[in-house]
């Protein structure tokens, strides 16, 4: 079976540019997460979507930030514009539903450089 | 905000030693997780813990739930070089579908 996808795997860009990652979870599986790693830390979560729906994007930082998953299966998270802090890798998970103990499911990651 | 603070931050070992990592906050969890991360990789869950003073072995690794479920430990017995990587607890609190993830431990065992 076929684990989350995500590309690019790694972006570079000047700041001010927009930028995009894509997400396809695994097949099925109704709950997605975007998740914001910095370098040797713990992911911390940007939004969640039940289906098409975004049920938790308090951490979104809704002035740059921008997400959709319009069929409910893949997800794009999009930044503009982009600044130097948004360095980082954005992680996407999945998982069959929500629920404590409900495992999620991680892709690689795209690893984001802002010049 | 609730946190999760792991220690220690970072470990170098030899092969054949055993560890041990820490996870503590102030909350209670109703839920907690540990996670396993490798460099250009998402973290891979290892284990889930539910009930306080729960332990549960995987192999060279044993995972306790604390008593109050406030907090974990993650003991790994004679490490390998294969055990490399950033080690990762995230724990949810009740009443939420959300893991909040700790600051993480990263550890390296040398051959």
């Known amino acids: 079976e076929a684990g989350v996808v995500q590309s690019p795997r790694y972006k570079i860009i000047e700041k001010k540019q927009p930028v995009a990652f894509w997400c396809n979870p695994i097949?099925?599986?109704?709950?997605l997460y975007w998740y914001l790693q910095n370098l040797g830390q713990g992911p911390e979560l940007l939004i969640r979507?039940?289906?098409?729906?975004?049920?938790?994007d308090s951490q979104l930082p809704k002035d740059r930030f921008s997400a959709e998953r319009l069929k409910g299966v893949d997800s794009t998270l999009k930044i503009q514009p982009a600044e130097l802090g948004d360095s980082a890798v954005y992680l996407c998970?999945?998982?069959?539903?929500?629920?404590?103990?409900?495992?999620?499911?991680f892709g690689p990651g795209t690893r984001l450089t802002v010049l | 905000t609730q946190l999760l603070e792991q220690s220690p931050q970072f470990l170098s070992i030899q092969e054949g030693e055993n560890l041990t990592v820490y996870c503590n906050s102030s909350?209670?969890?109703?839920?907690l997780q540990w996670y396993r991360q490798e460099p250009g990789e998402g973290p891979v869950l290892l284990v889930t813990?539910?009930?306080?003073?729960e332990v549960k072995k995987l192999k060279r690794l044993t995972f306790q739930f604390g008593d109050a479920r406030k907090d974990s430990s993650l003991h790994i017995t004679a490490a390998q070089p294969g055990d490399t990587g950033l080690y990762l607890c995230?724990?949810?609190?009740?009443?939420?579908?959300?893991?909040?993830f700790g600051t993480g431990t990263r550890l390296k065992v040398l051959a």
């Open positions: 097949s099925g599986h109704n709950t």
């Open positions: 998970a999945s998982s069959l539903a929500r629920g404590q103990g409900n495992t999620q499911y």
């Open positions: 813990v539910v009930t306080g003073g």
């Open positions: 995230a724990g949810s609190t009740s009443g939420t579908y959300k893991y909040i």
């Open positions: 979507y039940e289906n098409e729906e975004a049920v938790d």
């Open positions: 909350s209670v969890f109703s839920s």
